[in-house]
């Protein structure tokens, strides 16, 4: 069991482009979940899905963030325009259900926008 | 919004001493979870339970619902269990994780 993977591991970006972070989870998990963490602000959830359906994105910014689970193998978060503020390390997790199990999370994506 | 207040901040410890680390948090938990994590590193889960006492080598987890809080216990701490411990709840149908601010814990020789 490879865990959760999470892609790239660190990606840096000008202010204003675009980024993409990928997820992995763990095979025959059937929940998807999305944190980032800075200094500042610690740990935030951002969003989660279920069986490959979107369930709660209140974490999300509204204007440049969005999340996408094409298929049980993989997610991806998309941050468009990217800002300084930005910058944080971006945590995806997986579970085997949704309620009631553990949450395993992978190593993150370090973000740096310039 | 759901709240986790973890005490205490920091903590040093001399090695072979224990550990007793607090977690407390504002609505109703149905799961709480306990991670560790380096600096730089990844979130380590540790424990996860709802209510009641768990076990796994010297770590011992308790969460009292009712009354809202939980701790974790570190027996015989070790120099290599420095580092941030995290409490996370969430409650009802809601599943996502509302995190603590940690306890960076170091442990000295």
């Known amino acids: 069991n490879a865990g959760v993977i999470q892609t790239p591991r660190h990606k840096v970006t000008g202010k204003g482009q675009e980024a993409t972070l990928w997820c992995e989870p763990i095979?025959?998990?059937?929940?998807v979940f999305w944190y980032r963490q800075t200094i500042v602000q610690g740990l935030e959830f951002l969003t989660y899905?279920?069986?490959?359906?979107?369930?709660?994105d209140s974490g999300m910014p509204k204007e440049r963030f969005s999340a996408q689970m094409p298929n049980q193998s993989h997610s991806t978060l998309k941050i468009q325009s990217t800002q300084p503020q930005d910058s944080a390390v971006y945590l995806c997790?997986?579970?085997?259900?949704?309620?009631?199990?553990?949450?395993?999370f992978g190593p993150g994506t370090r973000l740096l926008v310039l | 919004g759901q709240q986790v207040q973890q005490s205490p901040a920091s903590l040093v410890l001399q090695e072979g001493e224990n550990a007793e680390l607090q977690c407390n948090f504002s609505?109703?938990?149905?799961?709480l979870q306990w991670f560790y994590q380096r600096p730089g590193g990844s979130l380590v889960s540790l424990l996860s339970?709802?209510?009641g006492t768990k076990h796994t080598g010297r770590l011992t987890s308790t969460t009292v619902t009712k009354e809202r809080r939980g701790s974790l216990h570190i027996s015989s701490s070790q120099i290599t269990d420095s580092g941030t411990y995290l409490c996370?709840?969430?409650?009802?149908?809601?599943?996502?994780?509302?995190f603590g601010k940690g306890t960076l814990l170091t442990v000295t020789p």
């Open positions: 996370a709840m969430s409650g009802g149908s809601n599943y996502k994780l509302t």
């Open positions: 899905f279920r069986n490959q359906a979107p369930i709660d």
């Open positions: 997790a997986s579970s085997l259900v949704a309620g009631g199990s553990t949450q395993y």
């Open positions: 095979s025959g998990h059937s929940a």
């Open positions: 609505s109703t938990a149905t799961r």
């Open positions: 339970n709802p209510s």
